[in-house]
């Protein structure tokens, strides 16, 4: 999936920490005149394609275009949603996002506990091998990966998205870094109570971790709302696309209608903005601390 | 701050294909706003993605557009990591905003830096989904990067198994550059710091 960093790892992120110290011969930082273009610059892409996705056909095709409309279009969105199955699109991208969450909540930390703790004939050897396939890129195996789901008669279902992502090299790294860092005296305690290793791991070891997890949860979750090149491989029939692909299978049915595909867009950008919005700081701590994108 | 954060930040969560869409339309020959704001300064209308000798420009813009706030999320956990003792002992000792910044903020972001452009350069080599979804490879081949052209070759064309070498000499491309950009980069970290 992708290569972890230890960047930042060792302390939560603390915007208010930085040195703010701005001449006082100023009435406001100099830094706003750099800071209001960029932020209107990237800002622009979304605001516009929000206008647009409000207004007439006639208006969005225009030239000079139609910077604020006159009237507010909405049904724009009811027909994007009623023009392919979107109730789909969001379903099975949910269900793609969260079976591959659990997934790999739950293998990963089977994997990173035994990795991090059991010491057993080549544990090593093993771990050095996992890591390497952290450096393949995903297009290296796309193909042998395709034939398996194929074989296992997953081809254009969710199930065929879900299978190959449910257990990550990448999870298993984080969450053994992890563990290691945890004191070892808690586990011995309870296994001199007689603790099994299963109940240590679920009982000690994961509720300590829960920022690691939340980490990874949030990360997987972007990763497979966001992906685009498997579901296009595996997936032909739009009731079984997940969102981005349903997306792309949208632009591919409305070319010139700007401002329906603008609302199909904007529609299908708004539950990730607004989890983003509601868990800015446990986002970006979770990409600071993995230095992990989509 | 909050503010600019947000601005900096939102392209990170917006998905590859909507990125791609909406600069599709910013970037259209016809109705574009990029376009009507070249109009406004006197510019003639550009073709943008429809012109061969700038698409690949455009799909540059737009991936900088979506991965700059990723770059900034690092450099401020790794501006964090400075100790605020170096920079006050720097300007005790006469250094100039400036200077303490290049002398002694700068080298502690290297590593941030190193991580930033090898991920960078892995990710951009990796690029597919903007192009599938804007340019599909054209206009003229001019954009057609290594996995689309793997993708239509296994894919529509299907030739696996030249699909496959495609993908491993990528795979190779990429370990050795990243190889040349963390020799070369971790020795300045090493000697500068």
């Not at chain 1, 605001?47 to 006639?58: C, D, F, G, Q």
């Not at chain 1, 724009?76 to 969260?98: I, T």
């Not at chain 2, 294909?17 to 704001?37: K, R, Y």
Request: charged share 10%.
């Amino acid at each position: 999936m992708a290569t972890p960093t230890l960047i930042g790892a060792d302390r939560p992120l603390d915007f208010e920490a930085l040195p703010d110290k701005r001449p006082r011969h100023w009435p406001f930082s100099p830094w706003h005149l750099f800071l209001i273009p960029l932020s209107a610059a990237m800002l622009l892409p979304l605001v516009w394609s929000v206008i647009t996705s409000l207004e007439t056909s006639a208006d969005a095709q225009r030239f000079p275009p139609v910077l604020l409309p006159s009237s507010l279009h909405f049904e724009n969105y009811v027909h994007a949603w009623n023009s392919l199955p979107f109730g789909h699109f969001f379903l099975n991208s949910f269900l793609y996002a969260a079976a591959t969450v659990a997934g790999n909540l739950l293998f990963c930390s089977l994997a990173a506990y035994a990795f991090a703790r059991l010491r057993f004939f080549g544990s090593n050897l093993v771990f050095v091998l996992l890591l390497v396939t952290l450096m393949v890129p995903f297009q290296v195996v796309i193909i042998p990966t395709f034939l398996i789901v194929r074989k296992l008669g997953l081809i254009d279902s969710v199930g065929g998205l879900i299978v190959p992502n449910l257990c990550g090299v990448f999870g298993i790294f984080l969450l053994r870094q992890f563990f290691l860092s945890l004191p070892v005296q808690l586990e011995e305690a309870a296994r001199i109570d007689g603790a099994s290793r299963l109940a240590i791991l679920f009982k000690i070891v994961l509720p300590l971790s829960a920022p690691v997890l939340a980490t990874l949860a949030i990360i997987q979750f972007m990763w497979s709302w966001n992906d685009f090149l498997w579901p296009l491989i595996i997936i032909t029939t739009p009731q079984h696309a997940p969102l981005q692909l349903g997306l792309s299978m949208f632009q591919g049915s409305h070319v010139t209608q700007w401002n329906l595909l603008m609302a199909g867009t904007v529609m299908s950008q708004i539950p990730m903005l607004a989890v983003f919005l509601f868990a800015q700081r446990w986002f970006i701590q979770s990409i600071a601390y993995t230095g992990i994108k989509q | 701050m909050r503010f600019y954060r947000l601005a900096v930040f939102v392209p990170v969560v917006t998905s590859t294909v909507a990125t791609g869409i909406i600069f599709l339309w910013l970037l259209d020959p016809v109705f574009g706003l990029v376009n009507f704001f070249l109009s406004k300064l006197g510019i003639p209308a550009q073709g943008f993605l429809s012109n061969p000798n700038q698409a690949l420009y455009c799909i540059v813009a737009m991936t900088i557009w979506g991965w700059l706030g990723f770059d900034v999320i690092i450099y401020l956990a790794a501006l964090q990591g400075v100790p605020h003792e170096l920079i006050v002992a720097a300007e005790i000792d006469g250094a100039g905003k400036w200077s303490s910044f290049r002398s002694v903020v700068l080298p502690f972001l290297r590593p941030a830096t190193l991580f930033l452009v090898v991920w960078s350069t892995i990710s951009a080599l990796q690029l597919f989904d903007e192009i599938y979804v804007t340019t599909r490879g054209g206009p003229l081949g001019s954009t057609t990067v290594v996995v689309f052209y793997l993708y239509q070759q296994a894919f529509q064309f299907f030739n696996g198994g030249y699909a496959a070498a495609i993908a491993y000499v990528l795979f190779l491309a990429i370990l050795v550059i990243t190889i040349i950009q963390l020799k070369v980069g971790g020795r300045r970290i090493y000697s500068n710091t």
